[in-house]
């Protein structure tokens, strides 16, 4: 069974760097399970795909965050890793991460809050 834990600071303040990990048990990242995707949610709206690591070391981003938001791994440690630059209060949200198999998101970590705040 594959399980995600999101962790990272709580509370950033604005114009800092957010940093997020994602671990991950029961695949391996680099196996050919899926790619693995960052998803928020602000409090009140849907959900927004950030962008995803896949196996092969592809990377991809949404439109909307490609330009302050860096996606790696830690293939040693079997995590996966967001930042996201200069944070402003309107990024507040529950962040995941989650696996992507090619026809669902089968597997999701439970959310990490992130309020930005000064």
């Known amino acids: 069974q594959v399980q995600l834990q999101e962790s990272g600071p709580g509370l950033v303040k604005p114009s800092q760097t957010l940093s997020l990990t994602c671990s991950v048990s029961?695949?391996?990242?680099?196996?050919?399970?899926?790619?693995w995707n960052w998803i928020r949610q602000p409090p009140g709206k849907g959900l927004e795909w950030m962008g995803f690591?896949?196996?092969?070391?592809?990377?991809r981003y949404s439109p909307g965050f490609r330009s302050r938001t860096s996606i790696g791994r830690d293939t040693a440690k079997n995590q996966v890793t967001l930042q996201l630059y200069a944070m402003t209060p309107e990024d507040t949200a529950v962040h995941y991460c989650?696996?992507?198999?090619?026809?669902?998101?089968?597997?999701w970590g439970q959310g990490t809050q992130v309020t930005v705040s000064s």
């Open positions: 989650a696996l992507y198999t090619g026809q669902l998101f089968s597997s």
């Open positions: 690591i896949c196996p092969d070391g592809r990377i």
């Open positions: 029961g695949a391996s990242i680099t196996a050919g399970y899926g790619c």
